[in-house]
């Protein structure tokens, strides 16, 4: 890991993802760890502050996080009968917390679908909803259009906020985008290196070039985080390739571009 390497390297680390989603039953364990601690966050943070020391909360590091919930049915898709599904049965859009540095540190709000969840046709029970929503405001949505829209209109303030208390708080900040996006968020401006990370391969690239790549894709109507890298992948060529294994880097020369100059 990277961020592990960089830390005993002497620098000091934070790692930051500003969007996440995991699924209540496929990552079930997940699921669990966020009931027993009473919080809604990301598996990837989770993970990786195994490996580093943070300086600051997991809702800002991560501030925002998705739940899907599988539909409870007497059979297969049949339990399908609300706008929250966003890959079918087993996938329902039920909980998203969006989270904003405040005075007191950290606040945040959860959209739920409420009516859904107490209607008794999710796995998720009323009592987990409250669980996972503890020490928030909590907003109810009925369609995902809803949260989509919520979600359009806070997406680049809540997230810049939450980076600019990160960025202070170390010498090195990894960002990893979410799914197959390119450019996370519009207001990231200054990058020092953009890693695409693939089985085996990490390719490197231009910061500023993948950046004007992404904006030349961007569609007026979308927002920036809607481009994915398989639409700008033939607009830019890496400028490094470096090897690793499931076990981690096989060498240091990505740590190289971060030593002091």
């Known amino acids: 890991m990277a961020a592990k390497k960089a830390t005993d390297e002497g620098f000091s680390v934070e790692y930051f993802k500003p969007l996440s989603a995991h699924n209540y039953w496929y990552a079930y364990s997940h699921t669990l760890s966020c009931l027993k601690r009473e919080m809604l966050f990301s598996y990837d943070v989770a993970k990786v502050r195994e490996a580093i020391d943070s300086n600051v909360h997991e809702y800002i590091s991560n501030p925002i996080h998705r739940l899907y919930v599988p539909s409870s049915s007497e059979k297969p898709l049949s339990g399908v009968s609300n706008t929250l599904g966003l890959a079918g049965w087993d996938s329902i859009a039920t909980m998203q917390r969006m989270s904003t540095p405040s005075e007191e540190g950290v606040q945040s709000k959860t959209l739920v679908a409420e009516r859904l969840i107490d209607s008794g046709k999710q796995l998720l029970t009323p009592n987990e909803s409250n669980r996972l929503a503890m020490g928030t405001q909590k907003v109810e949505i009925s369609s995902l259009e809803e949260l989509q829209s919520y979600e ?24 990893e985008s979410f799914n197959d996006t390119a450019w996370p968020w519009e207001n990231l401006i200054e990058v020092d290196i953009v890693w695409v990370i693939g089985p085996g391969q990490i390719f490197q690239y231009d910061p500023e070039k993948f950046r004007k790549a992404s904006f030349l894709q961007k569609r007026a109507n979308l927002p920036l985080r809607e481009v994915t890298f398989s639409r700008i992948a033939d607009l830019v060529r890496p400028t490094g390739l470096h090897a690793w294994s499931p076990l981690g880097l096989r060498d240091d020369s990505l740590l190289e571009e971060l030593a002091p100059r």
């Not at 359009?152 to 960002?175: C, D, W």
């Open 152 to 175: 359009q209109l806070h997406f680049e303030e809540y997230v810049s906020a939450a980076f600019s208390v990160v960025e202070k708080t170390a010498e090195v900040v990894f960002i």
